[in-house]
């Protein structure tokens, strides 16, 4: 985010208006039309003022990604190019070690001190919570929002909806008034898309056309990616 939009955020601050943020990470190798669906959807369905995806340098639960962090970055900026207010955040990747989210929500309040943050996540991330690095301390920093699909489990009934079940609000009005510490689960669009399906279909040199942005095919074409 370059400087003027930075500017725009301190003179909403001045102004007494309260800026939110939503915050998506992934590895997003690559990011597809299922990524860039969730963020329009929270974005507007939550009226937030900026959306941040974060593609994750070390991801601490899953295998090192294919490409590399700064091929990722490059693909989600590609796919981001024509987006109101939705923007790639580079702040993972420039930071050492393992990408923990409690790192990330600590660096953006450091930026944004009065900034309401609003970390998102599927239903499958949102039950592995338990197993995060200081997950516990998440709530401190911002609000949950649980994208979930139509064919989902009821995350209030999982271990961790239990565990948090004080935190849950339904009303999206109060859950958008709130600083932090609250859980909202939020109805988002099925697409059926994975990056797993993607990289096949490159290695079997089919075409992903449809599946992610023309922009993000011509870099994995132009950079022999997945093959």
Known sequence: MGIFANDWINNRFACGLKHSIGILGGTFD??????LRVALEC???????????????????RDQPIATAEQR????????QDSDHILADERELTRSGLSYMIDTLKSFKADFPQAVLFLIVGSDSF???PTWHNWEKILDFANIVIAKRPDSKDDRLSETGRLLSGCFVNERDKFRQMPNGVIFELQVSQLDI????????????????YLLPKAV???????????
């Open 30 to 35: 690559p990011v597809h039309y299922g990524h």
């Open 43 to 61: 974005k507007e369905s939550l009226g937030l003022d900026e959306l941040r995806m974060l593609p994750c340098a070390r991801p601490p639960h």
């Open 73 to 80: 970055l490059a693909m989600l900026e590609l796919a981001l």
């Open 127 to 129: 039950q592995s919570l």
């Open 194 to 209: 994975s990056s797993t399906g993607i990289r096949k279909l490159v290695q079997q040199k089919k075409s992903p056309q």
């Open 217 to 227: 095919i011509n870099y994995i074409k132009n950079h022999s990616l997945y093959l």
